[in-house]
Structures are given as C-alpha cells and as structure tokens.
C-alpha cells in the first residue's frame, strides 16, 4: 500500500467508501433476516410434502405387501408339509363329528375311554361297510360288466363304419394299432407312474395312519390341546382367541353334520334315478356320489358324470339322457334349496364365496384343496367376525372359558380365593 492510499486515524474515510457501505447496508440487512426467518420457520418433511391420499395409498401398500408375504409363506410350508397337514386337517373334521357323540355318551354315564373306542369303532364300521358294499357290486356283477363292455365296443366300432364318420374296418384297425404302438413306446412311463403310484400308496397309508392317531388325541385331549394354543397369545389377547376359536369350533360342527345330510340326499337321489333306469353298479355308484359330495360344487357334478357314462355303455344313448336329467334335478335341489337353506345357515357362507373357495383351493393344492376350502372359509368368516364385533369383551374375566378358567375349576371350592368383581 502506497502512503498516498494510507487514511490517518481519526481522519473521514473517502466519499467512495461511505457510499458502498451505504449500498452494501440493505442487501446485508434483508440477507440475515432472510436467514432468521429461515431459521426460525419449521422444515417440511418429505412425508408432508406428499398428498394426503398418496401417504395413505403408500401406508396400506407396504403392509398389505407383508401381509401377502405371510400368507405366501404360509401357503408354501403347508404345501411343502402336506403330507402331514392333510391327515391332521382330516383328522380335525372327522373330531367334529364325533367330538358332539363322545360328549353325549359321556353325559350319559359312559366311561369317557369307552366312548371314545365305540365312536371309532362306529366310524370304522360305517366307511368299511360302504366299501364292501360297492366292492361286493362290482366283483358280483363283474362278468356282467366283461359282456356288457365287449358288447358296447362292438356297437361302438360299427357305428364307427355305418354312423356318419364313415370309416373302413382298414382305418379302424390301422388306428387301434397305432394306439397300440404309442402304449408300448411309453411303456416306460407306464413304469415310472406305477413305481410313482407304489410311493403314493405308502404315503396314503402313512395318512391313514396319521389321521388314525391325530383324531384319537383331539377326542382323548382336545380341549388341553387348545388351551395349549390359546397360551400361545399374550394375555390381553386369549380371551378374543379363546371366543373365537370356540365360535369357528362350532361352524365346522353344523358344517360337517350339514354336509353329510347334504352328501346322503346326493347319493339316495342319483341312486334311485339309476336304480329305476336298471342300471348295474348302483350302490358303487351312490357310494362315489356320497364322498364326492364332499366337496361342493365339483365333487357330485363329478360323480353324477360317471353314472351318465355308465347308463351310456350299459343301457344307450336315452338312458344316457335320462340318467343327465336326473343328475341335473338332483343338484338343482341342491343348489337351490339345500345349500342356501341348510349349508347357509349352519356356515353363514354366501354361495359365491362357496364357489370362489372351491376354484382358489383347486388351483392351490388339487382335491384336497377344493375339500377343504369351504370349511376353511367358514371358520375364518365366524372367527374375524367373532374378533372385529368385540362380542368377546362382553365375556369378561368371569366369562372367560380359557386356561386360567379351566385352572380355576380344578381347585377346590373351599381354597378358592373370591374373583375379583369385573
């Protein structure tokens, strides 16, 4: 810095200075209130500067997502545990039935062992004597069905020449050994299905057995077995398990019971239409119509198809069509009188909830599925709506029927201390 720039203490600077102190002054000022007031007003989030509806979509989406996950999860370990699921869910469906009888014969002095073995027992007589009915049929009737069979392939192959298709012995036999040749080329499938049906057969076997001994210890212990479940569950939730386990217990009782008089009207009303249409195999026939009613919707559309071919093969095309209607009528009864006023009130399942399960089951696990999708939803409607009405808090401690209630019961009146007033 040269002298002549040099300013004096205590001297006035130049004019030129003042002058850009003076510019300088506003834009300082507005810079730092700017600056407060910036500080001093809050920072929007990103959660706030997003729409209302769009935090609310994103909310529901990302918990609905790990809901779908579980349930997916869910869905793969019972799939990959089927060979135990099934025979305990079978096992849980026959305890309903037979879980009301074993009570009864209970309260009417049996010993409690003793009406467990005559309600086995009972089980076992009934399905053995079905079996042997529809066995006995078919070994009685089997040269009946030899000659009838070969009968109906000749119809068949000389309509196959004089009806409209017009085909020549040559075309006949040159496509039933072409037939021939595509069996003995995949004979090796043939093979590896028959090694696959032997392991499906140990595995059916090991279900039989499974669901044998799974049914024998929900009726020797199934209530200690669901409180074991219900402790599971925090404390503050038991009671609403507790209600709602009983209430879904409950509807897969009146489904069972309902389901059976649903299968017997099926079987009674598709065997009579055959008896009278003179066909064989009748009571084979009402024996598949009963268990395949089972499954609704499937299962006797499914049967009643079989009793069509059979009046087809046996009896011609008019018994054929007659055989059709009567199956038709039989489940339009069912259809529109006995699921609605039956099936309905006892599972409180709309009909298009009924359908919907059955097809979701299909497509998920097959037969088993379809049998138990309906029950399934049944219960899973009662409990939900059970938990969601909050009719469980209507119970209270002293209304509560779970462990501690069952503890209770076992100590002697004269220890109990008084329940606290609710």
Same mark, same amino acid.
């Given at each position: 810095?040269?002298?002549?720039?040099?300013?004096?203490?205590?001297?006035?600077?130049?004019?030129?200075?003042?002058?850009?102190?003076?510019?300088?002054?506003?834009?300082?000022?507005?810079?730092?209130?700017?600056?407060?007031?910036?500080?001093?007003?809050?920072?929007?989030?990103?959660?706030?500067?997003?729409?209302?509806?769009?935090?609310?979509?994103?909310?529901?989406?990302?918990?609905?997502?790990?809901?779908?996950?579980?349930?997916?999860?869910?869905?793969?370990?019972?799939?990959?545990?089927?060979?135990?699921?099934?025979?305990?869910?079978?096992?849980?469906l026959i305890g309903a039935l037979l879980v009301p009888l074993v009570d009864w014969l209970h309260r009417h002095?049996?010993?409690?062992?003793?009406?467990?073995?005559?309600?086995?027992?009972?089980?076992?007589?009934?399905?053995?004597?079905?079996?042997?009915l529809a066995i006995w049929q078919v070994t009685r009737q089997s040269g009946e069905l030899r000659d009838r069979?070969?009968?109906?392939?000749?119809?068949?192959?000389?309509?196959?020449?004089?009806?409209?298709?017009?085909?020549?012995?040559?075309?006949?036999?040159?496509?039933?050994?072409?037939?021939?040749?595509?069996?003995?080329?995949?004979?090796?499938?043939?093979?590896?299905?028959?090694?696959?049906?032997?392991?499906?057969?140990?595995?059916?076997?090991?279900?039989?057995?499974?669901?044998?001994?799974?049914?024998?210890?929900?009726?020797?212990?199934?209530?200690?077995?669901?409180?074991?479940?219900?402790?599971?569950?925090?404390?503050?939730?038991?009671?609403?398990?507790?209600?709602?386990?009983?209430?879904?217990?409950?509807?897969?009782?009146?489904?069972?019971?309902?389901?059976?008089?649903?299968?017997?009207?099926?079987?009674?009303?598709?065997?009579?239409?055959?008896?009278?249409?003179?066909?064989?195999?009748?009571?084979?026939?009402?024996?598949?119509?009963?268990?395949?009613?089972?499954?609704?919707?499937?299962?006797?559309?499914?049967?009643? =198809? /079989?009793? +069509?071919? %059979?009046?087809?093969?046996?009896? @011609?095309?008019?018994? #054929?069509?007659?055989?059709?209607?009567? &199956?038709?009528?039989v489940q339009q009864i069912e259809g529109h009188v006995l699921q609605p006023l039956i099936m309905g009130t006892?599972?409180?399942?709309?009909?298009?909830?009924?359908?919907?399960?059955?097809?979701?089951?299909?497509?998920?696990?097959?037969?088993?599925?379809?049998?138990?999708?309906?029950?399934?939803?049944? =219960? /899973?409607? +009662?409990? %939900?709506?059970?938990?969601?009405? @909050?009719?469980?808090? #209507?119970?209270?401690?002293?209304?509560? &029927?779970?462990?501690?209630?069952?503890?209770?019961?076992?100590?002697?009146?004269?220890?109990?201390?008084?329940?606290?007033?609710?």
């Amino acid at each position: 810095m040269s002298d002549t720039d040099a300013t004096p203490p205590g001297s006035t600077p130049p004019v030129t200075s003042v002058a850009a102190s003076e510019n300088r002054a506003p834009a300082r000022s507005w810079f730092l209130n700017r600056r407060k007031r910036d500080l001093d007003e809050p920072v929007e989030s990103a959660d706030e500067s997003l729409p209302r509806g769009m935090r609310i979509a994103g909310a529901w989406s990302w918990r609905l997502l790990v809901i779908g996950a579980v349930i997916a999860v869910f869905i793969f370990l019972v799939i990959q545990l089927r060979l135990i699921i099934i025979p305990l869910l079978i096992a849980v469906l026959i305890g309903a039935l037979l879980v009301p009888l074993v009570d009864w014969l209970h309260r009417h002095r049996w010993p409690r062992w003793l009406a467990i073995v005559a309600a086995m027992l009972g089980l076992i007589i009934v399905v053995s004597g079905l079996l042997y009915l529809a066995i006995w049929q078919v070994t009685r009737q089997s040269g009946e069905l030899r000659d009838r069979s070969v009968a109906s392939f000749t119809d068949f192959r000389a309509w196959l020449t004089t009806g409209p298709l017009g085909l020549s012995e040559a075309q006949i036999t040159d496509g039933l050994a072409s037939i021939w040749k595509s069996v003995q080329e995949d004979g090796q499938v043939f093979l590896s299905g028959a090694l696959s049906f032997g392991s499906t057969l140990g595995h059916l076997l090991t279900g039989v057995l499974l669901t044998i001994f799974s049914l024998l210890f929900i009726l020797i212990d199934g209530r200690s077995i669901w409180n074991w479940v219900v402790r599971i569950f925090p404390k503050r939730a038991r009671p609403a398990i507790d209600g709602a386990g009983q209430a879904g217990w409950n509807t897969l009782r009146n489904f069972v019971k309902v389901q059976i008089l649903v299968a017997f009207i099926d079987a009674v009303g598709i065997s009579i239409v055959a008896f009278f249409l003179g066909l064989p195999l009748v009571i084979p026939i009402g024996v598949l119509v009963f268990l395949g009613s089972f499954i609704p919707v499937v299962g006797a559309v499914v049967t009643g =198809v /079989l009793a +069509v071919l %059979v009046a087809l093969l046996f009896n @011609g095309w008019v018994a #054929a069509l007659i055989m059709l209607a009567g &199956v038709l009528a039989v489940q339009q009864i069912e259809g529109h009188v006995l699921q609605p006023l039956i099936m309905g009130t006892a599972v409180k399942v709309h009909p298009l909830a009924v359908v919907l399960s059955v097809a979701a089951g299909s497509l998920l696990a097959g037969i088993p599925g379809a049998l138990f999708a309906v029950p399934f939803a049944a =219960v /899973l409607n +009662v409990m %939900v709506h059970y938990i969601s009405s @909050g009719a469980w808090r #209507a119970r209270g401690p002293g209304g509560y &029927v779970g462990p501690a209630t069952v503890l209770w019961q076992t100590v002697p009146r004269d220890v109990r201390r008084p329940r606290p007033q609710a």
